[in-house]
């Protein structure tokens, strides 16, 4: 057949040129991912790989026999195989981010599940004893239909009455779903949450920048520095997501007019191509005011410190000329105000009593959340592995905004808002936890500085193109490995403390149900899982959660120390598990071997009478004399 002739009056996009010959097949053309070359291939191949390691490995982790480590040592080498290749991966597609973002988005999302999912898919209870606490919050909610913020509860539990939203919404879920209770799905909640935040932080980071490489190396950070474990079934954990989209809304749509300009005069980054809107008017920003006051109003009804780190970073974005905004932030505070001053009124007029011996008190506000110093090889690596973390993203951060000083002008909202926290170890030590709320509120912006610090600009010249793959291919590699590295003991390494087979939360539940209502139970801490177990119904005393000195005290006559902390005619059980035994130890709350003395002790004296005892706890009745 003769080749057929393209008329000379053809033109491009004529049907002359777009029809194929006749008698000729059109040759499809592959997608670029299933091309031969190296790049496509390596983009995509390590996704599945790191599947078939990770579900070789997840159903071999031993996690019923957790030793000093956590789950480091019960991991099987497939596991931390699989976290590499996502890692090799990641940095593979991180070299072609700007044209194709979808890659290193993958991989985020592949490496969010291969780290937060293994204890949702082989747990058989609830993971951490704080998620078993508002699982039955829920359950109380679900049964009385109601919330009582004046009503006196024990332990602290009336401020659940006076922020119930993120447990309202619960209950909501769990009459949807159809499920018994919120406990079904508890172990899912960082995987959910983590996967709600990758959008959020992206719209927040492609603000500041229209370099893709580090918007996605920033996420990645933030995933592996996100160690503290707020990401739980919690108030925090949501409220925490409704702080970064509102976080998200201030610095995307409350740019003041003008302000494109100034970026470009200070050489700044072009806010067409980050993706920034236009600025906006006076008329707008009311708009986006009305529609973040819902949102803040749902922070306000979940969670009492969200707020105030929310008004604290927006009073700092009003450091700035571009996001000065005086009307979201009055609004935000008069929302916090309300809310303080009527469902959380008990519980805010309480701590307004107790800032007098607080604040100012920066040494003690800033402690950990510990009696004495951890105990044990899992909780002394844990230790040193979160201040690793601190001081790897610090050092990171640090270097970024001195040599960067072009990007540090135009992310200024992100280094305030990286700052904003801080001041609050100078107001109250939140229960031995504001040193790692300010560390989590102050991630976001510590994650984007770090990142700037290992994928560096781009330059025109050879030289400094040179210098920015170097450290593309070397400090950049080294760095995710290691925060890789501090992420595991830093969340899994104290693993002991967070899991209770059933039978031991059976136990625990047996002896709640068999005291009357208004009996005292006593346990050494409420970190384990059952504590709570209907919490209106009893009184508790966790009387090892005080100072160590007064432990070592009580340790010299165990039986008597408590028997004089009983009221006379009360009722009152004792709780012993085997988790509390870890926690206790690990936190250092009691010295090695101390739990056993106590235990012993207690069984031996004439003041406690055994109900119940097996491997998995022992219950003990007070009996006077």
Known sequence: MQQQRVPATAVAGSPELSRPPAGRCRRLRRPAWLTGSPQSLFSWLPLPVAAGLWLYAVPRTDFRDIGDYGLLDRFPPAYYGALAVLTAGFLVTLRRAGTAPWWPAAYCLAMLVALKAPPALLYDSVRYAWASKHDAVVTRILAEGAVHPTAELSG????????????????????????????????????????????????????????????????????????????????????????????????????????????????????????????????????????????????????????????????????????????????????????????????????????????????????????????????????????????????????????????????????????????????????????????????????????????????????????????????????????AAGFLPSYYGKEGMHYAPPAEIALTRRAYDRAPDGALILATTGSFPGAYHRYDHYERWFFTEQDVRENLRMLKDPAGYLARGIPEGRAAYVVLTPTQEKAVTGEGYLPSGGFTRLKAALKASPLFRTVEESEHGLVLRYSSR
């Open 156 to 483: 602290g539990m009336s401020a659940y009455d006076q922020w119930p939203g993120f447990f309202s919404l619960n209950a909501a879920l769990v009459r949807a779903f159809g499920v018994d209770a919120a406990a079904s799905y508890a172990n899912w909640a960082p995987v959910v949450l983590g996967a709600l935040t990758l959008p959020v932080l992206v719209l927040v980071y492609r603000t500041f920048s229209d370099d893709w490489r580090l918007v996605w190396t920033a996420v990645w950070i933030f995933q592996l520095a996100n160690w503290v474990g707020q990401d739980y079934l919690s108030p925090q954990g949501f409220a925490y997501l409704l702080y970064l989209t509102v976080l998200a809304l201030v610095v995307r749509h409350f740019v003041k007019p003008g302000s494109a300009g100034r970026l470009r005069e200070r050489g700044g980054l072009d806010p067409a191509a980050a993706g920034v809107p236009p600025p906006t008017g006076t008329r707008q920003r009311a708009v986006a005011v009305a529609v973040a006051a819902p949102l803040i109003a749902a922070i306000n009804a979940s969670h009492q410190l969200t707020p105030v780190m929310l008004c604290a970073t927006l009073a700092a974005l009003c450091l700035t000329r571009r996001y000065r905004n005086w009307g979201l932030l009055t609004v935000s505070v008069l929302i916090m105000v309300v809310w303080d001053l009527t469902m959380g009124r008990v519980l805010f007029l309480d701590t307004l009593g107790t800032l007098r011996e607080s604040a100012g008190d920066l040494l003690s506000n800033s402690r950990a959340g510990y009696a004495g110093e951890p105990t044990g090889p899992g909780p002394e690596l844990v230790g040193a592995a979160n201040i690793a973390m601190v001081g790897v993203l610090a050092v990171l951060a640090a270097a970024a905004v001195l040599l960067r000083r072009r990007l540090t002008r135009s992310a200024l909202p992100l280094l305030l808002a990286a700052a904003a926290p801080v001041p609050m170890f100078a107001v109250n030590d939140y229960g031995g936890e504001m040193l790692f709320r300010v560390y989590l509120f102050g991630l976001p912006g510590t994650a984007f500085f770090a990142a700037a610090a290992l994928v560096p600009a781009a330059a025109g010249r050879r030289r400094s193109l040179t210098a920015a793959r170097r450290v593309a291919l070397l400090a950049l590699p080294a760095a995710l490995i290691a925060l």
